[in-house]
């Protein structure tokens, strides 16, 4: 893996599940938070805002099963995200970590959710940072997430772009194509024309993701429903397919700890307009055969996250502008203010 930055430190913590990585700023002590990224990354995305944290805090971050420097395990796609949480929950214990504070990006957002239902006494706070839908991610409508199709059509591994898989897999560092790895971050975790500080370290980051039928993107599998994908039971995009991942009611949770969700106004990954569902490429016309808005309209994930906030109750939407998929990267003063005040509001 790349360098780590100045003042941050890993080492592999062996769990009852996996051994897993974990950076930490040297000598800090006090309220854990513990960061999880996103898909497609690893901790590394976290390193500017955990050293940047105020004194007080003690600043973590982990590599999921396949990425980073973490046991790269099969990933069970049936239980949805439930092996990342699992995974999470082990490390948690083995490093005696609660009550802690959480952060989880995109899909860690997702793991976050998970988590929170299953063991909500271990966590002192939430924090959201444009998460995957509590529907998951493709083929449902409506606020209630209903599906689409019951096959899923429209969800998992299938619809993972295999120009990208291939570069990923290759380690492309460079810039000839859209779809590398490099030219993806600029134009869709971040808001062009922005360019994150230790690109290059972002990119190496990306290129740790294991590949295959167990990892990224996953196994596909076939429907006869438009647009002719639906989901497989291994790997990563199918955990996050809505016959998989399903999260409608969270008032049942107790205790409710605070939950900040933050988002960029400008993401096009979750977002109700979302340029990687297949259902809004099909409305313009990037996908053939899109059947119309009345049997397969865009998933509108941030009204389904909100609806499903809603029923939780003890929350707080922060929309952070000018911002794309990764505030915490292209506006990350902003990013920090609201992370920060959350934090210590929260103790």
């Known amino acids: 893996m790349t360098p780590l930055l100045p003042g941050v430190i890993a080492r ?6 996996l051994t897993v990585n974990v950076l930490e700023v ?3 002590t006090g309220a854990p938070v513990l960061f999880v990224h996103g898909n497609v990354s690893s901790s590394l ?3 500017t805002t955990m050293l940047a944290l105020p004194d007080g805090f003690r600043p973590l971050a982990l590599d999921l099963r396949g990425f980073g420097d973490t046991d790269p395990e099969p990933v069970d796609a049936t239980r949805g995200l439930s092996d990342y949480a699992d995974d999470l929950a082990a490390l948690v214990s083995a ?3 609660a009550p802690v504070h959480l952060v989880g990006w995109s899909m860690g957002g997702g793991v976050l959710l998970r988590y929170l239902l299953d063991d909500p006494a271990a966590i002192a706070s939430l924090t959201l940072v444009n998460p995957v839908s509590p529907y998951g991610f493709g083929g449902t409508r409506g606020t209630d997430g209903e599906l689409c199709h019951p ?3 429209g969800s998992g591994a299938g619809g993972a772009n295999a120009e990208f898989v291939r570069r990923l897999a290759s380690g492309d560092t460079g810039e000839e194509s859209p779809l590398s ?3 993806v971050l600029l134009a869709h975790y971040v808001k062009p024309p922005c360019v994150p500080e230790h690109l290059d370290m972002l990119v190496e980051s990306m290129l740790s993701t294991r590949t295959g039928d ?3 993107p996953g196994n596909a599998a076939t429907t006869s429903d438009w647009p002719g994908i639906a989901p497989g039971e291994r790997g ?3 955990t996050m397919a809505p016959t998989h991942f399903r999260i409608a009611d969270l008032s049942t949770v107790d205790p409710k700890p605070p939950v900040l969700w933050l988002r960029g106004a400008d993401d096009v990954i979750v977002s109700d307009t979302s340029l990687y569902d297949l259902a809004h490429l099909g409305a313009l016309g990037a996908v053939p055969g899109w059947p119309g808005a009345g049997t397969f309209p865009a998933q509108p994930m941030v009204a389904q996250t909100r609806a499903v906030l809603d029923t939780y109750g003890r929350y707080r939407e922060v929309v952070i502008p000018d911002s794309g998929h990764g505030p915490h990267l292209d506006q990350p003063a902003a990013f920090r203010a609201a992370l920060v005040d959350h934090l210590t509001s929260t103790g």
């Open 12 to 17: 592999r913590i062996d769990t009852k599940r």
């Open 26 to 28: 040297e000598n800090r």
């Open 45 to 47: 995305f976290w390193q």
């Open 95 to 97: 490093m005696d970590l």
């Open 151 to 153: 096959s899923g059509a």
């Open 181 to 183: 790895p490099r030219n």
């Open 214 to 216: 167990d990892h990224y």
């Open 236 to 238: 990563v995009l199918n």
